[in-house]
């Protein structure tokens, strides 16, 4: 018996509460261990977000969705988690459903607005019987994410307002915001658009895509204004990466079993647990669980 949940009741809360929950982007064994332990012991509810791309390199949706739930019964884990398909396909939110995943993303922000709209609406009545929260998006989200590059547009709040009123759980909106590093002349989140998406869109709990990099006081901000959910993956790829190289870099790799991957990756291990835990944080989702 999974122990996933859906994403529903967590973004309820947290739009209730004036909190967001993190969505950690997992990529491995290590990325998941790291994840779900900091989790528990901050007591905080998370959402374990998959790319297509991390779902193909971990050998397929089914592969991750059976380590999780193992990891999650040999852990303990007693917190609510959701496991969700990021940025999703419409074939995509179909695998994922079968695989036993608990929430979906449907990225349809690159189809003309009927298109995303007669999509998304075949998804939610899917996932409304089999109980999944889904995420709907509007407005495409700047960077690079698998491939798919935005310029940080801003969604118009009547076709929010569109998607939102088909029953999805969520709504992804671009307000500038971009996945990856955000570079130099970043502008900064639109917050007169999110305003205006609330506006439209009510109780719905709204997400920020591209959480690596935006500071602290507009992502408080943004959580007032009703994002209930931040995504993070950059960020831990990055203190992973810092990690990794010091090790080398210092030579650990070459004395006794240094290089035993266990000993080799614990480094990056450990620096994601800490990521995790200041942006759970800052997010304000620590003991909501």
């Known amino acids: 018996m999974s122990r996933l949940v859906s994403a529903k009741d967590m973004l309820n809360k947290a739009r ?14 290590e ?8 989790v528990q012991e901050l007591k905080a509810p998370v959402i374990l977000g998959v790319s297509e791309g991390a779902g193909k390199y971990m050998c397929g949706f089914k592969t991750v969705s059976a380590m999780v739930s ?44 009927a298109e995303n709209i007669a999509k998304t609406t075949a998804l939610v009545n899917t996932c409304d019987v089999l109980g999944l929260s889904l995420e709907a998006e509007v407005g495409s989200i ?33 307000i500038g915001n971009i996945h990856g590093k955000y570079p130099e002349n970043w502008p900064g989140l639109r917050f ?36 209930a959910k931040i995504n993070v993956n950059t960020e831990c790829q990055l203190v992973f990466q810092e990690a990794t190289r010091k090790y080398i870099e210092e030579g650990k790799d070459l004395q006794g079993k240094g290089f035993d991957p266990r000993k ?24 909501k669980a």
């Open 142 to 174: 700047g960077g690079e994410e698998d491939g798919v590059v935005g310029m940080g547009e801003c969604a118009d709040p009547d076709e929010c307002k569109a998607v939102a009123d088909l029953g999805v759980t969520m709504l992804a909106a671009g």
């Open 31 to 38: 990325w998941t261990k790291a994840v779900l332990q900091t």
């Open 70 to 113: 193992a990891m999650m019964d040999s852990l303990d884990i007693t917190v609510p988690v959701a496991l969700h398909l990021d940025h999703g396909s419409f074939e995509g939110a179909k695998a994922c459903i079968n695989a036993g995943f608990s929430s979906i993303m449907f990225d349809g922000s690159h189809y003309p607005i």
């Open 192 to 227: 007169d658009v999110l305003e205006a998406i609330k506006a439209k869109t009510g109780d719905m709990p709204l997400v920020l895509h591209g959480g690596t990099g935006i500071p602290d006081e507009m992502i408080q901000k943004a959580i007032s204004l009703g994002v």
């Open 264 to 287: 080799l990756l614990n480094p990056g291990f450990e620096a994601i647990k800490a990521k995790v835990t200041e942006k759970i944080t800052t997010f304000g989702s620590v003991g």
């Open 16 to 29: 209730d509460g004036k909190y967001a929950v993190a969505q950690i982007n997992i990529n491995n064994l």
